[in-house]
């Protein structure tokens, strides 16, 4: 297409008018913006106009793919083994990918997974995992395929060639009020996911206080927008909608969310949500790969890695070979760094706990240090609280709601207020909440 025949205006005039755009008219526009043919201003009007007018799966789909050929795309042909991705929308405590990407990759799928950053109160995967030292997040494309091929799976951050054309919308989106648009949220999930070449994907769309999703309607709609373009791309994929409006698991905060995830890959049946939720999602990574039949098959062949300690031995492969230490697998609290000072807040009364207002916890973590306010913000890995109450569970007056790690006693007892804040003790009995809506 010469410039002559592409008129930028027309095509956000029939956006803006609610009318479909073309597949070639997508493509066009995604290529001219990725290498600067496209001014920003007339890309945030055309993200507006997406915003108020939507996007049909066709164009959502088409949208994808151009950000996906923005940059690089790998593939994994010639590996011995099916390949298996899974992405969270982002909460609270969810450190899923740590426990599960080894497990899965214990069970014979490979999992090249490519993770971002935490921003504001949702932590990051890769902020988790730096925590372990020496643990290298910026592998090359080469050497990334080195350690699927040698361990089964390996965690790394988005690369500088890999969907661009994401990069750069979604910095503008942030500064235009255009980030809640469930077709520009998957254009920019799955350009990167697509781009990763990972032949079967799942869905933890997150749901409630703790998430960008508020509402079940909300998060089903993204979850379906997610399905209808993965598929539409040609890949196998599921969904699960799942809660987000307490803390997922014990602990909030990098190297905390680490020694937890050693945990459920020691095998503990201890069931606090975390552990659960990594085999619920774990189970159609194998099912859809073809490595299991069925989901019962699935979830005996997860449990039984757990157990063997196979999955473990996998996740202290791939932290070595990334240039971590390995020694994180047997004895995390002689690795990881430690917090100056802990301090326990106990419960003002006994009773029965009604709430654990996840928004509130990641609040207290970005005070502390272990999150940022600003995407040049250094993290703390040390900070954060372990211990948490769950929701449904019976308390005594005293008792310890959750302990806070901070660098001074004073940091810590100063948030105090805040963490009482999120807490509700009742006198009757409370359900458990469901852990997949």
């Known amino acids: 297409m010469n410039d002559d025949d592409f008129v930028p205006q027309w095509i956000i005039e029939r956006k803006r008018d609610g009318a479909a755009l073309d597949e070639a008219d997508i493509r ?4 001219r913006y990725a290498d600067g043919r496209l001014p920003d201003y007339q890309m945030a009007a055309l ?6 007018r939507g996007m049909s799966p066709e164009e959502t789909l088409a949208l994808t793919d151009a950000m996906m050929r923005s940059g690089d795309t790998l593939s994994w042909d010639g590996l011995a083994r099916p390949t298996a991705d899974k992405h969270s929308t982002g909460g609270i405590g969810d450190k899923l990918s740590i426990p ?32 372990i030292p020496g643990y290298d997040t910026h592998l090359d494309n080469a050497r990334f395929r080195a350690v699927v091929d040698a361990v089964g799976c390996s965690i790394i951050g988005q690369t500088d060639r890999l969907a661009p054309a994401d990069r750069k919308l979604y910095a503008l989106r942030d500064v235009t009020g255009t980030v809640p648009s469930i077709p520009l949220i998957t254009a920019s999930i799955l350009s990167k996911k697509l781009a990763e070449g990972a032949a079967t994907l799942v869905f933890d769309v997150k749901c409630g206080a703790g998430a ?19 598929r539409g791309a040609g890949r196998h994929a599921e969904a699960l909608v799942t809660a987000m409006d307490q803390p997922l698991g014990r602990t909030a905060g990098n190297a905390l969310e680490i020694a937890e995830s050693v945990e459920i890959l020691r095998g503990d049946p201890a069931d606090d949500g975390a552990r659960e939720l990594t085999l619920r999602l774990a189970v159609p990574m194998l099912t859809l790969s073809g490595v299991s039949p069925d989901e019962a098959s699935a979830r005996a062949l997860l449990e039984k890695k757990l157990a063997s300690g196979a999955a473990l031995e996998t996740f202290a492969r791939m932290v070595e070979a990334q240039g971590g230490d390995p020694r994180v697998a047997e004895a995390p609290e002689k690795v990881l760094p430690q917090a100056p000072a802990v301090v326990e807040v106990p419960a003002p009364r006994g009773g029965v706990l009604a709430r654990v207002d996840a928004d509130g916890i990641g609040r207290v973590v970005l005070l502390l240090g272990g999150g940022r306010r600003a995407v040049t913000d250094t993290i703390d890995p040390s900070v954060g609280v372990s211990c948490l109450s769950k929701v449904g569970e019976e308390i005594e007056q005293g008792e310890p709601l959750l302990r806070i790690h901070a660098r001074t006693r004073a940091e810590a007892e100063a948030l105090v207020p805040q963490v009482l804040a999120a807490h509700e003790i009742v006198d009757g009995p409370v359900a458990a909440p469901a852990l997949v809506l």
């Not at 990407?101 to 730096?130: H, Q």
């Not at 960008?212 to 993965?230: E, G, H, I, N």
């Open 28 to 31: 066009e526009w995604i290529a």
């Open 47 to 52: 993200a507006m106009a997406i915003y108020f």
């Open 100 to 131: 599960l990407a080894p497990l899965v990759a214990a069970c014979g799928v490979a999992v090249p997974m490519i993770s971002g950053r935490g921003l504001g109160i949702t932590g990051g995967t890769l902020d988790k995992l730096e925590s």
């Open 212 to 230: 960008f999703m508020k509402t079940p309607a909300d998060a089903r709609a993204l979850a379906d927008s997610l399905l209808a373009v993965a």
